[in-house]
């Protein structure tokens, strides 16, 4: 069975910093495709961040590259997110996602589209808030 449990949200200050994990099992994990989306109050799940297994490429949305950083861990089975300089608009329920195919690089497979990811653990809050 996938289980994936995001860990480490809170409440922070504007300009504060965050780091979010995300524990994993049930599946091999450094073959996979892993995201991290979001969903902030009365708004749709968006994507944020995804990186490849192997560690490599990683993307951002527009509105948090050069603030977040993902990484992984595949001897932990652990997925991060580094963010930095928080605002308001950060504040969400953020999700760890595992893509639904080992090939997330190829025609007609974009990692950027939340439906192409097959689970994603209960989240976790992040508030940022003076």
């Known amino acids: 069975e996938v289980q994936l449990e995001e860990l480490g949200g809170g409440l922070v200050q504007p300009g504060g910093s965050l780091t979010l994990s995300c524990a994993t099992s049930?599946?091999?994990?450094?073959?996979?495709?892993m995201a991290w989306l979001r969903q902030a109050p009365g708004k749709g799940l968006e994507w944020v961040s995804f990186i490849l297994g192997g560690g490599h490429s990683p993307q951002y949305a527009d509105s948090v590259h050069g603030r977040f950083t993902i990484s992984r861990d595949n001897t932990k089975r652990t997925l991060y997110l580094q963010m930095n300089d928080l605002t308001p608009k950060d504040t969400a329920t953020y999700y760890c996602?595992?893509?639904?195919?080992?090939?997330?690089?190829?025609?007609?497979?974009?990692?950027?589209?939340?439906?192409?990811?097959?689970?994603r653990g209960p989240g976790t809050q992040v508030t940022v808030s003076s």
């Open positions: 049930g599946f091999t994990f450094s073959v996979y495709t």
């Open positions: 996602a595992k893509y639904y195919n080992t090939f997330s690089q190829g025609p007609g497979r974009d990692p950027r589209n939340i439906r192409e990811y097959d689970a």
